[in-house]
């Protein structure tokens, strides 16, 4: 099983990323798939999720309105679009599969909104 994330980087405030989770080694489309991020400091907090089939969304209140979660099951990759950032959006974001039984996490990836 992998997870790994790509498309973090240096961004000023205001600006967009869009992060990437490339998945292989179990069935994508029956895991529900969610974003977390960790910032310095601070306890690992989940941002956006996104049911299997992609129907249902939801997304922590501090992001809500920024963020937007997406997913292709054909390619196995789980998508953040993220916009308007902020410096307290610092943080490495990672990627989770989930499905009540199984739980697998990436490597994450690093996001720095800074001028």
């Known amino acids: 099983v992998q997870l790994v994330e790509s498309g973090g980087g240096l961004v000023q405030p205001g600006g967009s990323l869009r992060l990437s989770c490339a998945a292989s080694g179990f069935t994508f489309s029956s895991y529900a798939m969610s974003w977390y991020r960790q910032a310095p400091g601070k306890e690992r907090e989940r941002v956006a999720v996104i049911t299997s089939a992609g129907g249902v969304t939801n997304y922590a209140d501090s992001v809500k309105g920024r963020f937007t979660i997406s997913r292709d099951n054909t390619k196995y990759t789980v998508y953040l679009q993220m916009s308007s950032l902020k410096p307290d959006d610092t943080a490495v974001y990672y990627c989770?599969?989930?499905?009540?039984?199984?739980?697998?996490w990436g490597q994450g990836t690093q996001v720095t909104v800074s001028s």
């Open positions: 989770n599969a989930h499905n009540g039984f199984n739980d697998y």
